[in-house]
Nanobody, 124 residues
């Protein structure tokens, strides 16, 4: 059973930074594609960042590319999302997701495993 556990969310002021982490278990992590999604109230789930196996492919959505970075550590079975210069529009529940290799980067249906999410709230 694959389990994903996120941490690092919180409530911060505009312009501050946060680092989210996700620890995976129950899968061969080095052979698993990982991604971060977020979902704001009354909006659909959107892809934020992606890290392919061995980090051969890393992607951050254009909307946050200048401010967010994704890293994966295959020794610790962990991915991290470094978020800087946060804006109120970044307020959302952030989810870690995992899948076997293959598929469109941010197609939600291709990710069979999801964490429970960690809330990020950015206030002015």
């Amino acid at each position: 059973q694959v389990q994903l556990v996120e941490s690092g969310g919180g409530s911060v002021q505009t312009g501050r930074s946060l680092t989210l982490s996700c620890v995976a278990s129950g899968t061969t992590f080095s052979e698993t594609e990982m991604a971060w999604f977020r979902q704001a109230p009354d909006k659909g789930r959107e892809g934020v960042a992606f890290a392919g196996i061995r980090s051969e492919v890393r992607n951050v959505d254009a909307s946050v590319k200048a401010r967010f970075r994704i890293f994966r550590d295959d020794f610790k079975n962990t991915i991290s999302l470094y978020m800087t210069n946060l804006e109120p529009e970044d307020t959302a529940m952030y989810y870690c997701a995992a899948r076997p290799p293959g598929g469109s980067l941010y197609r939600v249906s291709t990710y069979p495993w999801w964490g429970r999410g960690t809330q990020v709230t950015v206030f002015t």
